[in-house]
């Protein structure tokens, strides 16, 4: 496995806005990207994670490790089925009117320090891009914890960390249309 320096919300490359990436797709950059899945896959297995210092992941996107381009990989299994995906150049063509939160809050392999509070999502997206994965264009329908996993690493692209979209006056304001997951 690849081990990646992951950059932390003190740095400026995290609140840039990524620039798109050139397609075709070069062997080196998918190289990158399927490396980002391995690092999800492993950071997951507790005992690895802990011998080799790294924090638990489902997403990575590539400001995180110091590429300033719209690219993301997720790795995560939610109502076993598993969602593996290396997402260049995404754009989200729809979102449903309905909001999500996690209950226990997010969290950020970038953001040392949990900052608590309700991150407002919507429930249900449709998102499109290059899978480095699959190798050819997908859409995706999410709904629940994915579509919240990709919204997260889709802000990273727009220079957006989660405690962003925190309310700083009330960090736990309800939303009683919003669904807890």
């Known amino acids: 496995m690849k081990k990646f320096k992951i950059h932390t919300d003190k740095e400026k490359l995290l609140h840039e806005k990524c620039k798109e990436v050139t397609l ?3 062997e080196e950059k998918r190289e990158t990207i399927l490396d980002m899945i391995e690092y999800l896959k492993l950071s997951q297995d507790e005992e690895y994670a802990k011998e080799h210092k790294i924090r638990s992941g489902v997403g990575l996107a590539a400001p995180q490790i110091g590429i300033p381009e719209r690219f993301f990989a997720i790795y995560l ?3 076993e089925k598993t969602y593996e995906y290396g997402l260049v150049n995404p754009k989200i063509l729809s979102s449903s009117v309905k909001k999500a ?8 392999l970038s953001v040392p320090e949990d900052v608590q509070g309700h991150v407002y999502r919507y429930f249900r997206i449709t998102i499109q891009g290059y899978d480095a994965v699959s190798q050819q264009d997908v859409t995706l329908k999410l709904v629940g914890y994915p579509a919240i996993v990709f919204q997260h ?9 989660y405690y962003d979209r925190i309310d700083p006056k ?5 939303d009683p249309d919003a669904v807890a997951i």
Not at 170 to 174: E, I, L, N, Q, S
């Open 77 to 79: 299994i939610d109502k």
């Open 153 to 161: 690493e889709y802000d990273h692209l727009d220079g957006i960390l």
């Open 101 to 108: 939160y996690l209950e226990g809050g997010e969290g950020c």
């Open 170 to 174: 009330d960090p736990f304001k309800a």
């Open 24 to 26: 075709p797709l070069d």
